[in-house]
């Protein structure tokens, strides 16, 4: 290796350090000490992200930075919390300087933006892996869970749906994609704001990185639920129009990587939501309700059902992407 994995910490890890109070030691120790509010719940959560799985083998070394940061984010997001402090274990081929300033800048501009401070991690070599754990804080009692839906209540999505995955289609089939749907595979959101407007309302919700239908399912099931959908009235980005119909609302129900918000709530709850969401404007769109019978009923306009074909994205059960 050109650097040795000291100076690699060092150059790239260590340079962002200390933007926090309640980091009493970050990088540089064997651990990190952090202070918790004694009124918070710490919540925790950890992403890995493999070359060649999931992310393609060409994307560049920023947009993984900022990706592998997102999309524990969004799993903070779910849980209604913000995130403070995160960890980074990074396993490289080579000590490649110039694919580590980029890595480092995408990956610290999403933590800026967001005021996380990275407090440790590790650095091996190997196949390009990264891995992500972040931490957040939460009022006590006031975490978002899966299993809060309740029959009646209504459900929503935040911003479009299946753009990452009309991206990623296109590229696997050797063609270019629309910058702004490249752009929401490569570099997502994470819905940090809207999940902390969640918190404490009493919402079920998800992070949808395994497509709609999936993962809407986890909600289901562990609030022993069932739900009906409205599959034409699914948010879909301009993009989407450049496939056939039936291709992109597969991408709406199927697509993962999008890292928008899916989530349950009270009829009382909407009115508030929907002004937080324009004051951070994000769209949020009604796309059913839930009731008391098992299992996700599709359902066009007309009223008619709706069969979805296939599934949502599961690692030990499909082959890899690519
Ligand atoms: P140790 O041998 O005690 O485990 P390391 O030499 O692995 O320590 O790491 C030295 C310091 O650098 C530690 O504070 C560790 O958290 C930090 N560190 C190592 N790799 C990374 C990384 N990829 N990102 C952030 N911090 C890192
Ligand atoms: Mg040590």
């Not at 009493?202 to 949808?208: F, K, L, P, R, T």
Request: charged fraction near 20%; hydrophobic fraction near 40%.
């Amino acid at each position: 290796m050109a650097a040795s994995e000291f100076d690699i910490i060092e150059r790239y890890f260590r340079r962002h350090a200390k933007q926090r109070d309640d980091v009493v030691l970050g990088i540089g120790d064997d651990a990190a000490l952090l202070q918790v509010p004694p009124d918070r719940q710490l919540v925790v959560a950890m992403d890995t992200l493999v070359a060649g799985r999931h992310f393609p083998p060409r994307t560049n070394a920023f947009d993984i930075g900022w990706k592998a940061l997102a999309v524990n984010l969004s799993d903070l997001a779910a849980m209604g919390a913000k995130p403070v402090w995160a960890t980074l274990s990074l396993t490289l081929p080579t000590a490649d300087e110039g694919w580590l300033e980029n890595f480092t800048n995408g990956f610290f501009q999403l933590a800026g933006r967001y005021q996380v401070e990275l407090v440790g991690g590790d650095t091996t070599r190997g196949p390009l892996s990264v891995t992500v754990q972040v931490h957040g804080l939460v009022e006590r009692g006031k975490a978002l869970r899966r299993a809060a839906a309740r029959a009646g209540q209504q459900l929503f999505v935040t911003g479009t749906l299946g753009d990452a995955a009309c991206a990623l289609q296109a590229l696997q089939a050797g063609g270019e994609a629309y910058p702004d749907l490249l752009q929401r595979l490569n570099r997502p959101e994470p819905r940090v704001d809207f999940g902390l407007a969640l918190a404490g309302t009493g919402a079920a919700a998800i992070d949808i990185s395994d497509g709609l239908l999936a993962d809407l399912g986890h909600i289901l099931d562990a609030s022993q639920c069932g739900a009906t959908l409205w599959v034409e009235r699914l948010p879909r980005a301009p993009g989407l129009d450049s496939i056939s119909d039936a291709g992109a609302l597969a991408c709406q129900l199927h697509g993962g990587d999008d890292y928008e918000l899916c989530f349950s709530v009270g009829a009382g709850q909407v009115e508030e939501l929907t002004r937080r969401a324009q004051q951070q404007q994000l769209s949020i769109t009604a796309i059913g309700v839930v009731d008391s019978q098992p299992g996700i009923r599709c359902v066009l306009d007309d009223g008619s059902t709706y069969t979805p074909q296939g599934t949502g994205f599961d690692h030990f059960r499909d082959t890899p992407d690519g």
